[in-house]
């Protein structure tokens, strides 16, 4: 998975959320809404690392999902070979004695799995491990990427001894470092070079492991994502760009590149069954494909209508509804009706953020990202970026003013900041607020956030910064939204519903159970890892996104 820099104060702001979040349940409804399944889920949160080991079994890994599955290609059957959090692989990588090896990219840890089931530990304390390999000695290389930029070589020889403790990164050997970001890497059976593409500087490239020398061998790529050699014709090395959705051949002797098949933006990685039939990764579309390397034709061998949906807001037009998805490697919308899918914005062809928060203003809308530390402003008329605001403290939400002011909730320095229309002023509204992760337009100069920590909800007059708790005693409150009727929906995860709350009395009211929501977090993270959605119409009809299973719920009022 390819993120910004993440802010490391953010485990300290939340070190007291989950102890503090209150168990106590508002009584049930006696009319919940009818549920359905506007969007079906789909395996994986966005898929990765791919690789095959010598029984020519397919496994692919999963950053947000935290977990490490099997495929059956010929069945297009998925199951979870490894959980949370310490299946968490960006990149996958199999040695000539079965052991499987991976990188937990934020855990900033190297796991290896012996033939016989015992899992290891092998390295931690690194900067995004993002892609490894094993030489045909059996050496593993690992490289860090965007949260670090160096190619190190992991030492196996002593760890399956019962006293051995994981390297920590000072402790090993750095072959290069600077590079421009080593990704999705092989290593050469006969010549023992690795290649590999650089991700930053659009060039695939050889490196020397003893002497950490680079020699280009072709460049001119948008953002090339992983490169595999062709184990039919080891000549050629297939690289896969994720800003194009290009798939290419590069012969090693000539350098000359091919286009192979064209698919679209968000490719992640590759790799070669024992017969030489490519696979490759979309991160966008949580999917993994078979490509015929001769005609570039695709087969689907499993695909996700969304890859990690997350926050949702919702827009009326002639009696029909649109929700819009934050789903994390895309901007999408979907037919209120219908459950079509269309895409917005592809993260990597179109953008470099992540969107987990998002909101419609008045001129934009907002996505907003924790991962990479953004707020973009996306035009609502055109569908495309405008502008893309850095340096905030792992931003959760965003709301955007009838004057162009927004209005961003800070994870990390617990502040909400007001931002003027260019991005260049920004001052805040109000501090210590207890783990925001969603925010609401109300009335006026009223903003409503959710604070998971403090299992509250508050209202903040931006114009003044007087806060008052609307309703407090709630179970890990993430989405949030004002309904027609006044009322504020919000996704109480920790309970699994969604209960309506009286902005006057703060009466709550459970509209809907037993959803599946609520992802967990992985250790140092954010509570809301990735923020249940909630978005209601004109309606009154609801919309909330479930992070576990990659769907959108559709809950309907029942008959009065």
Excluded: C
């Excluded at 692919?60 to 010929?74: I, K, M, P, W």
């Excluded at 990588?93 to 991976?102: L, P, R, S, Y």
């Excluded at 179970?475 to 309506?500: F, S, T």
Aim: glycine residues 12%; charged residues 20%; proline residues 6%.
């Amino acid at each position: 998975m390819k993120v910004g820099r993440f802010v490391t104060s953010l485990a300290l702001v939340l070190a007291v959320a989950g102890s503090t979040l209150a168990q106590q349940a508002p009584p049930a409804s006696p009319k919940e809404y009818n549920q359905e399944f506007l969007v079906a889920g789909s395996w994986f949160h966005g898929v990765h690392g791919l690789a095959f080991n010598k029984d020519d079994q397919l496994f692919a890994g999963s950053v947000v999902g935290q977990t490490l599955y099997r495929v059956q290609v010929d069945a297009g059957e998925v199951d979870r070979v490894i959980d949370p959090p310490t299946g968490m692989a960006d990149d996958i990588a199999f040695a000539d004695d079965g052991t499987m090896a991976w990188t937990a990219f934020l855990l900033g840890k190297v796991y290896i799995r012996r033939p016989n089931g015992k899992t290891i530990e092998v390295a931690n304390g690194m900067g995004g491990p993002n892609s490894l390999a094993f030489g045909k000695d059996g050496r593993l290389f690992v490289s860090e990427v965007f949260l670090g930029d160096a190619l190190y070589e992991i030492d196996l020889k002593n760890v399956d001894k019962p006293d051995f403790k994981p390297f920590p990164r000072s402790e090993l050997r750095r072959i290069a470092e600077k590079m421009g970001g080593l990704n999705g890497f092989e290593i050469h059976k006969d010549d023992g070079f690795l290649y590999g593409p650089l991700w930053f500087k659009g060039q695939v490239v050889k490196i020397n492991l003893e002497t950490g020398a680079i020699e280009v061998i072709a460049e001119g790529f948008k953002i090339p994502a992983a490169a595999n050699i062709d184990p039919q014709n080891r000549d050629n090395v297939y690289v896969v760009d994720t800003g194009t959705g290009g798939i290419w051949s590069v012969s090693l002797s000539s350098k000359t590149k091919k286009l192979v098949a064209s698919m679209k933006p968000g490719l992640d990685n590759l790799a070669f069954d024992s017969r030489g039939r490519l696979f490759v990764t979309s991160m966008t579309d949580n999917g993994i494909y078979l490509v015929d390397k001769q005609t570039g034709a695709h087969k689907t061998i499993v695909e996700g209508k969304l890859a990690v949906p997350a926050d949702l807001a919702v827009t009326s037009e002639g009696g029909k509804e649109t929700v819009h998805v934050a789903d994390v490697f895309s901007y999408r919308t979907v037919d209120g009706q219908t459950g079509a899918v269309a895409d917005v914005i592809r993260v990597h062809g179109e953008t470099h953020a992540y969107p987990l928060g998002l909101s419609i203003g008045p001129r934009h809308t907002l996505l907003t990202s924790w991962f990479s530390n953004t707020v973009e402003k996306v035009d609502r008329k055109t569908g495309k970026p405008v502008a893309t605001l850095g340096d905030f403290a792992a931003p959760v939400d965003a709301l955007e003013a009838v004057d162009g002011t927004l209005y961003v909730a800070e994870l990390a320095s617990a502040n909400l900041v007001k931002v003027s229309p260019d991005g260049k002023t920004r001052s805040t509204v109000v501090k210590e607020l207890r783990g925001p992760a969603a925010m609401a337009q109300g009335p006026g100069n009223l903003i409503y956030v959710t604070e998971i920590a403090a299992g509250a909800v508050t209202e903040i007059d931006v114009a003044t910064g007087v806060r008052r708790v609307v309703a407090d005693g709630l179970a890990g409150p993430e989405g949030i939204d004002m309904g027609p009727d006044g009322r504020l929906y919000v996704a109480e995860v920790g309970q699994k519903r969604v209960v309506a709350i009286d902005r006057a009395t703060g009466a709550k009211t459970v509209i809907a159970s037993n959803l599946d929501i609520g992802l967990p977090p992985y250790p140092g993270g954010p509570p809301a890892l990735i923020p249940t959605g909630v978005a209601v119409g004109r309606s009154g009809t609801v919309y909330v996104s479930s992070d576990i299973r990659n769907a959108l719920y559709k809950l309907t009022p029942p008959a009065p």
